[in-house]
């Protein structure tokens, strides 16, 4: 496991007494798959609205060859195509659909570097608000003290981390998440797993 030789191994001990929360580098994946998503087409792909806007974002030589890594014939895929959102697919196919259009959205999100951009924001950073684990089942005696929420302003790790979200890089994440939590004070370890991560954006 990357990160602090003993930083995780600490946290596993402590876990088992019922301490409710994950890696810290997951609940940042997780973070920024909200970002990522917030940020797309809004309108479910169940509205003719939703379906119409994924179907022109698919619109390209790379939106088509998603589409059938998906499992959608070529011929589907025209079909739909030229009907401009008059033909309604199974929800079979609307779920292919959304999931092409994901795909394609993280790819030309990372590719293009606004994301990367939008999080770095001109070198300002972002504010990110770390929520500490759950300790609600864990016994009086074993519970961590003075463990409370903390916001800080991460700078300089943001093309890293979008690099090693896009790549799946889980270990590359934990040693970000390492970096971030080592600008705290010298209980930093004690946030090596979180409820929860907020980022600004």
Do not use: C, F
């Amino acid at each position: 496991m990357a990160g602090s030789p003993d930083l995780w191994s600490r946290w596993g001990e402590w876990q088992k007494s019922n301490a409710r929360g994950m890696k810290g580098g997951e609940a940042l994946i997780l973070e920024m798959n909200r970002i990522v998503y917030t940020s797309g087409i809004a309108s479910p792909i169940t509205s003719k609205r939703g379906l119409t806007a994924r179907l022109r974002y698919l619109d390209s030589k790379a939106g088509r060859e998603e589409l059938k890594a998906q499992g959608v014939s070529p011929r589907t895929i025209r079909t739909w195509m030229k009907s401009k959102g008059k033909v309604t697919p199974t929800p079979a196919s609307q779920e292919k659909i959304d999931a092409a259009y994901w795909h394609r959205r993280r790819e030309n999100l990372t590719k293009s570097g606004w994301l990367t951009r939008h999080l770095d924001n001109q070198g300002r950073g972002r504010r990110m608000e770390i929520y500490p684990v759950d300790q609600s089942h864990v016994e009086a005696q074993y519970q961590r003290p003075n463990i409370s929420q903390r916001t800080i302003t991460v700078r300089y790790i943001w093309a890293d981390l979008v690099t090693a979200w896009a790549t799946r890089n889980q270990n590359l994440v934990d040693e970000i998440w390492d970096d971030v939590i080592s600008d705290l004070d010298s209980d930093y370890a004690a946030y090596a797993y979180v409820s929860a991560v907020g980022i600004g954006a």
